[in-house]
Nanobody, 126 residues
Framework: QLQLVESGGGLVQPGGSLRLSCAAS????????IGWFRQAPGKEREGVSC????????WYSSSVEGRFTISRDNTNNVVYLEIASLKPEDTAVYYC???????????????????WGKGTLVTVSS
C-alpha cells in the first residue's frame, strides 16, 4: 500500500528556510508524480509545487516561485521541498500528494491527487 510521510516542518523566523521531505513507500518511485500542497488556518488546501515522476516537469505557484525549490531522489524514494525567504503567510500544514500519469505533468490541484500524506506544520513567526 502506498504511503507518504512528510517531515522537516517546524518553527522558523521570517526570512529563514527549511527543507521538507516526503518519504514514499509501497510503490515504484518512478511511477508517481508528486505535488506539495499547503493549508493555512481557515483556508483551503492549495498547490504550491509539483514534480513529475522523472523530474522533467516542475511547477511552482506564483506565491512561492523563486523561493521554493522542488527535487526528488527516486533511488531513496524521497521528494524534497526547499523553502526559503519564508514569510508569515507561508505558515501552514504542508502535505505531499501522489498521482500517476498527471495530465499536466504533475499534480497541482487537490483533485488530481490519488494519495495523501498526513502533513507537517510550518510556522513562520518571530
Amino acid at each position: 500500500q502506498l504511503q507518504l510521510v512528510e517531515s522537516g516542518g517546524g518553527l522558523v523566523q521570517p526570512g529563514g528556510s527549511l527543507r521538507l521531505s516526503c518519504a514514499a513507500s509501497g510503490f515504484t518511485p518512478d511511477r508517481y508524480d508528486i505535488g506539495w500542497f499547503r493549508q493555512a488556518p481557515g483556508k483551503e488546501r492549495e498547490g504550491v509545487s509539483c514534480i513529475s515522476n522523472n523530474a522533467d516537469t516542475r511547477w511552482y505557484s506564483s506565491s512561492v516561485e523563486g523561493r521554493f525549490t522542488i527535487s526528488r531522489d527516486n533511488t531513496n524514494n524521497v521528494v524534497y521541498l526547499e523553502i526559503a525567504s519564508l514569510k508569515p503567510e507561508d505558515t501552514a500544514v504542508y502535505y505531499c500528494g501522489a498521482a500517476e500519469g498527471s495530465y499536466y505533468g504533475c499534480p497541482s490541484k487537490n483533485a488530481e491527487v490519488e494519495f495523501w500524506g498526513k502533513g507537517t506544520l510550518v510556522t513562520v513567526s518571530s
